[in-house]
């Protein structure tokens, strides 16, 4: 049986596996923006149909602690992401009315007022479950067949997506632990790089710094270079 998304279920367990180097799922999910507009965003589409890149990241929940500082984070560096042609996406399983809410709720009384990117609202989990990002697994009772043991709401996953579809990046923070938004500008550089020049970015690289030929005379005259500067 061909599995879309690396992903089966076997008794109601989820195996999963990484996406990264495959596409991204084509799965169309309910969103909403500043504004308050009801909108239906694919971000298979969004990067393919439109040619950029996509940085999805997915928090647990409105209205909590650690989540809108990065909403915050993510809409400082907006403008850094937009000059590398990339969209970005914030995503959650709350509805889109409790993330209109949130997004009219004053950053002084911990809401994300000033957020202008949009939020997907995956309330039916159909993409979430089938990234298997969601925290808790199902479990057979003898009573009422299979009940959700969890509290059903995502990790901290964030996913990069080329004008392909494909990703170039997938990682999973635990949910008390915040994202570093400038290692995603960082990766983006470094993809950016790779199309353009066919090069492979060594460890650390940053925009300026020098890549790597992928052949044994490369990382021979990469490492000898580095030695040189030390």
Do not use: H, I, R
């Given at each position: 049986m061909e599995i879309n998304r690396i992903f089966a279920v076997e008794k109601n367990k989820q195996i999963v596996m990484s996406l990264t180097g495959k596409k991204f799922p084509n799965i169309t999910?309910?969103?909403i923006d500043y504004l308050g507009d009801y909108l239906s965003i694919n971000i298979f589409e969004e990067a393919t149909q439109k040619g950029k890149k996509v940085l999805l990241f997915w928090y647990p929940k409105d209205f909590t602690f650690v989540c809108p500082t990065e909403l915050h984070a993510f809409q400082e560096a907006l403008p850094e992401f937009e000059k590398r042609n990339t969209v970005v996406i914030g995503a959650s399983c709350d509805t889109n009315e409790v993330h209109f809410a949130w997004l009219n709720t004053a950053k002084d009384n911990g809401g994300i007022e000033g957020v202008t990117y949009p939020i997907l609202a995956d309330t039916n989990r159909n993409l979430s479950r089938v990234l298997g990002i969601?925290?808790?697994?199902?479990?057979?009772?003898?009573?009422?067949?299979?009940?959700f043991e969890g509290s059903n709401v995502t990790f901290r996953a964030t996913y990069l997506i080329d004008e392909d579809g494909k990703v170039f990046h997938e990682s999973v923070n635990d949910m008390p632990v915040g994202r570093n938004v400038k290692e995603y500008l960082r990766l983006i550089d470094a993809y950016a790089h790779?199309?353009?020049?066919?090069?492979?970015?060594?460890?650390?690289?940053?925009e300026g710094k020098d890549a790597m030929h992928a052949t044994r005379d490369g990382v021979a005259s990469y490492l000898a270079s580095q030695v040189s500067l030390s």
């Open positions: 999910v309910d969103a969601l925290e808790g697994e199902e479990k057979e009772s003898e009573e009422f067949g299979y009940l790779v199309q353009k020049f066919g090069e492979v970015c060594p460890a650390n690289w940053e």
